[in-house]
């Protein structure tokens, strides 16, 4: 039995829960000796049953304010410190990262992930786009995959000694409170050399052991799971047979 949740306070989380059902659906035997049960996440009890958690792609001020509002920020700060797989789409990297510029002030962060990000990366005129992506490097011949950016993150700073002891606010950038250092190495999954007028490169997919961020949409990539899939192969069974090994 696995359960996977997808946080539901806010955003795209309908869509990441049917893409993972398409997935088993149309995997039976694959997935045979597994009872995979996808849940929305709007409270503590609910989240504490899960295997693996999803924050997807939204708001992410509206995301950490509802968060705590309904007294489930402290338990997803705990979240992040267990080994269970995480990912953030989109909102969902900015709410796991430690530092993030070009926040907006009351906005609250996870901090499971070593990395700065900074909202709104691409700008007005990049609002929105698609861009198919070679992501071969890590899912076995994925050449192209549909992405889709809206009004995106990424990453700019891979903070590889640990995050920064939180420093005043002054520089704009924002700390996350969580006391907690995930010591995984970061791995760059994916990066854009350049996009339109930005001429440097754009890191939009790392993971850091049992966290993954990317600032793109795949549960928006019509019809195509291949990523909800490597991240149930790569992350989720992984990591329950590891814990059953045992
Ligand atoms: N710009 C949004 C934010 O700051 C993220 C956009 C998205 O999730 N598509 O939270």
Redo the contacts with the bound molecule.
């Keep these: 039995e696995i359960t996977l949740g997808v946080l539901a306070l806010q ?1 795209a989380f309908r869509e990441h829960i049917e893409y993972f059902q398409k997935v088993i659906e149309s995997h039976p035997q694959e997935y045979s000796k597994f009872t995979f049960t996808f849940i929305e996440v709007k409270t503590e009890d609910q989240l504490r049953r899960c295997d693996s958690l999803v924050i997807p ?5 509206s995301i950490s304010l509802i968060a705590e509002r309904t007294n489930l920020l402290q338990p997803l700060m705990d979240y992040v410190k267990s080994e269970n797989p995480i990912w953030g789409t ?2 969902g990297l ?1 709410f796991l990262s430690k530092q993030l510029k070009n926040g907006r002030v009351g906005q609250k962060l996870l901090g499971g992930l070593n990395v700065e990000v900074t ?2 990366a691409f700008g007005r005129q990049l609002d929105s786009f698609e861009s198919p992506l070679d992501f071969s490097s890590f899912i076995p011949d994925c050449h192209a995959f549909p992405t889709v950016f ?4 990424v990453i700019t700073e891979l903070l590889h000694d640990g995050p920064t002891e939180s420093k005043s606010e002054s520089d704009s950038i924002f700390y996350s409170q969580n006391n907690y250092n995930n010591k995984a190495p970061i791995e760059v999954l994916h990066s854009l050399k350049n996009h339109g007028k930005i001429d440097h490169e754009l890191i939009v997919a790392v993971r850091q052991g049992h966290i993954l961020g990317t600032s793109f ?1 795949p549960e928006l990539a019509t019809d195509d799971y291949r990523f909800h899939k490597w991240y149930i192969d790569e992350f989720v069974v992984k990591s329950k047979n590891k814990s059953t090994d045992i």
């Design positions: 955003g792609g939204g708001e992410s001020t989109c909102a900015i909202r709104n809206i009004r995106a993150p949409h």
